[in-house]
């Protein structure tokens, strides 16, 4: 079991920068792909970016060179820096943790946090 806790969402204006949290406790030694997600009112939720083995980075079309992903020494804190955040960027955004290796779909993950929301205003 994985438990999984999202932090950092806010409002900010476009251009502006948000830097997200996921603190994971359990048997995090389990899961070898931990990512984002992110879900807008009335779309589907959508892959951001996602690390596997925490070494190998993967990005949403949408997100590359603006979004990066990382997890810390102790793979108990994964991390989206997020710049030059956009309006379309508005959604709730969740962690998410796998132990397989199919970073892009959701049905591959097995544990989820809450969700943290971010607004991004023009």
């Known amino acids: 079991q994985v438990e999984l806790a999202e932090s950092g969402g806010g409002l900010v204006q476009a251009g502006g920068s948000l830097r997200l949290s996921c603190a994971a406790s359990?048997?995090?030694?389990?899961?070898?792909?931990m990512g984002w997600f992110r879900q807008a009112p009335g779309k589907e939720r959508e892959f951001v970016a996602a690390?596997?083995?925490?070494?190998?980075?993967h990005y949403a079309d949408s997100v590359k060179g603006r979004f990066t992903i990382s997890i810390n020494s102790a793979r108990d804190t994964l991390s989206l820096q997020m710049n030059s955040l956009k309006p379309e960027d508005t959604a709730v955004y969740y962690c998410?943790?796998?132990?397989?290796?199919?970073?892009?779909?959701?049905?591959?993950?097995?544990?989820w946090g809450q969700g943290t929301q971010v607004t991004i205003s023009s």
């Open positions: 998410a943790a796998s132990q397989t290796v199919a970073p892009r779909l959701p049905r591959s993950y097995d544990f």
């Open positions: 359990g048997r995090t030694d389990r899961t070898y792909t």
């Open positions: 690390i596997v083995g925490a070494a190998w980075p």
